[in-house]
């Protein structure tokens, strides 16, 4: 059993920035990729960032130079550092991670319940 709990959300003006935090916890022999995403009202779930378990990482166009995703493997955390924010940046942020539970078995997803983020003046 692994859980996934954001942490971080809330009200920010454009051109502000917050700092989302994702922890991983339970029983895993490892976490392979940690990934942000994002679902606005009435819109699919777009993939925000991403980061491998060695740091390599992608972004959606929109966010690029705008959001910077880290991890720190030991606290089996990754983070969403989010700067100049904008009022299309609205949306519930959800954290998924692929944990890989022995070494006989593949990787599984997870998802954690997303933490809201809004940008409005």
């Known amino acids: 059993q692994v859980q996934l709990v954001e942490f971080g959300g809330g009200l920010v003006q454009p051109g502000g920035s917050l700092r989302l935090s994702c922890v991983a916890s339970?029983?895993?022999?490892?976490?392979?990729?940690m990934v942000w995403y994002r679902q606005a009202p009435g819109k699919q779930r777009d993939l925000v960032a991403g980061i491998s378990h060695d740091g390599s990482t992608n972004y959606a166009d929109s966010v690029k130079g705008r959001f910077t995703i880290s991890r720190d493997n030991a606290k089996n955390t990754v983070y969403l550092q989010m700067n100049s924010l904008k009022p299309e940046d609205t949306a519930v942020y959800f954290c998924m991670a692929d944990f890989k539970f022995s070494l006989q078995s593949d990787a599984r997803t997870h998802w954690g319940q997303g933490t809201q983020v809004t940008v409005s003046s």
């Open positions: 339970g029983r895993f022999l490892s976490i392979f990729d």
